[in-house]
């Protein structure tokens, strides 16, 4: 069941047609929404270009911010964490983010932001064509679905992508029963990017 989730990357063509390096350069010279006048890096991927899973995060914090890579902060400390336990290999998986560019004092993005950064976030799965899309926290998840996923619970979009909703690493920063509860719903799953 899709639960409304679309991943289809319809009036995305223009941008997908770019390529990855494209689109790249693209959200580099991007000034559609306000976030762009403080960002010091704009924080596109990190991974492999053909990826198994693709993590979606909600937005770059800090460390991203300063140094231009998803996740290379503390959450990205959790998230290696959650990736070993995976047992993914480097060239298994990617991360992004809802949108490029940091929000003020780490605050969420706006439902106009999410808009916005839309196109570059539909293009960028298009083009890595993931098997599976591990939603990161419920902001991700407003990037592409109508109704409510359940934790843990992997549906099947409209395109054929398994996809599923985990908590975000910074929500287990200092919380292990909540991580615990996380590897439980990895382990529940695995066989999705296992037997791939
Ligand atoms: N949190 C996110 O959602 N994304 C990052 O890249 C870093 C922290």
């Not at 979606?56 to 503390?74: L, V, Y």
């Not at 054929?160 to 382990?187: C, F, N, S, V, W």
Request: hydrophobic share 35%; glycine share 6%; net charge positive.
């Amino acid at each position: 069941m899709s639960k409304n989730c679309n991943t289809s990357a319809v009036g995305s063509d223009e941008l997908i047609k770019l390529g990855i390096e494209g689109i790249t350069a693209t959200i580099l010279e991007c000034k559609s929404c306000p976030l762009h006048e403080n960002a010091t890096n704009k924080v596109i991927i990190r991974g492999s270009e053909r990826p198994k899973v693709l993590f979606i995060g909600e937005a770059p914090g800090k460390n991203e911010d300063e140094n231009g890579i998803p996740f290379c902060g503390r959450a990205g400390k959790v998230l290696d964490e959650l990736i070993d336990h995976m047992a993914l290999e480097e060239d298994e998986y990617a991360m992004i983010n809802t949108v490029k560019c940091r929000p003020p004092n780490n605050r969420k993005p706006t439902q106009n932001e999410l808009r916005t950064c839309r196109p570059f976030l539909l293009a960028q799965i298009a083009l890595l064509d993931p098997d599976v899309i591990i939603l990161l926290g419920n902001t991700a998840e407003q990037a592409f679905c109508v109704s409510s996923l359940k934790w843990g619970e992997a549906v099947i979009t409209q395109e054929g992508k398994h996809l599923m909703k985990l908590y975000h690493p910074a929500a287990l920063l200092y919380r292990r029963t909540l991580m615990r509860q996380q590897k439980e719903m990895i382990d529940k799953n695995k066989k999705l990017w296992q037997k791939i």
